[in-house]
């Protein structure tokens, strides 16, 4: 009973095509829409950030060794052993209970209230064993589409995506340009990064600004590097929307700044791990933009790397056939947790045990 009327309209489906002025806009009405923090957009570009530290332009000439490259790296599924599901139950004293296969019982409760338009206080949120997470659900997945259909209909309703499916509906991880410069003496001593980092994050905003901050933020890697210039840019396209993936953008970045540590270690001649071991940030150092690092064990971490593959490197030449090579590879990066609060209800009962209420939902580290 439905007829659809498709109008084909010019796309965009690449990083330059979005920078491109010249581009058709996906979103024309871009200025209107709501925003959490204010930032710079324009045409296709959505967010952008930055951070600095240091003055870089003066460092390049102190550097004995510079080296440069553009990275770029592809869109990825989170690919979790169990595809996205959901089951909705309207209830007779009209709420609704919610089950589905989440990272956050809080956040589908909420989006769920805000699409929908009704109380959070109506919408129970509930979540069974997860079959792996990842970041791919993390906000909301199909958990709308069932909920509406159940209040509408009455009757519960359930979902659950086919594999194809869900490589068709579910986030993916960001697509990545980064053009990154690293320059250091020849004793080894890193003194400027700067980065350009572009997020591709197709048609949705979804969290992509918040992966394009972290990405920016840690885009120095763990080490004392003096003189940062970190920013970056993020754009819409006609392809899936992206999320966070395991790092908020941290591994995309980390790829570009890891290969150029290598590559300034075979400049100078210097042993990999020594060189990193050297800029190691430690405890109590200042992270970029002043905050102290409290706690870090990256220099026992390489020690500990040179500790376990002394030796190794021969014997698995000789263990490996005369076509094959085979070595011990390693990198490094720099993570933090404990960004956002959480919390939990305990309640000591009257028998003397006592029951823990949380809303962590365990998907392999809760």
Known sequence: LITVEYEALANVLSIDEALDPASTPIH?????????????????????????????DQAWAECDVIVEGEFQTQAQHHLYMEPCGALAQPEQNGRLTL???CQSVFIVQQKVADYLNIPMSKIRALVPHVGGGFGGKGGLHIQTLV??????????VKLTLTRTEDFEIVRSRHPVRVRMKTGAKKDGTLLARELDIVLDGGAYADESPAVLNWA??????????????????????????????????NPQVTLAGESQIDEIAEKIGMDGIKLRQKNASKTGDDWIGGQKIEACGFDECMTRIVEATQGVSEEV???????KRRGVGYSALTHMCGIQSTSAEVHLRADGSVAVVTGVVDIGQG
């Open 28 to 56: 024309e009405d871009l200025a209107d829409y709501f925003r959490l923090k204010p930032s710079s957009f324009e045409g296709n570009i959505l967010w952008k950030a930055s951070i600095n530290e240091g003055d870089v």
């Open 99 to 101: 089950w589905s296969s």
């Open 147 to 156: 909920a509406k259909l159940a209040l509408v209909s009455g009757r519960p």
């Open 216 to 249: 920016v933020f840690v885009g120095r890697g763990p080490y004392n590097i003096p003189n940062v210039r970190s920013q970056g840019q993020l754009v819409y396209t006609n392809k899936l929307r992206a999320g966070p993936y395991r790092g908020f953008g």
């Open 317 to 323: 030449k000789k263990a490996g056939e005369a076509h």
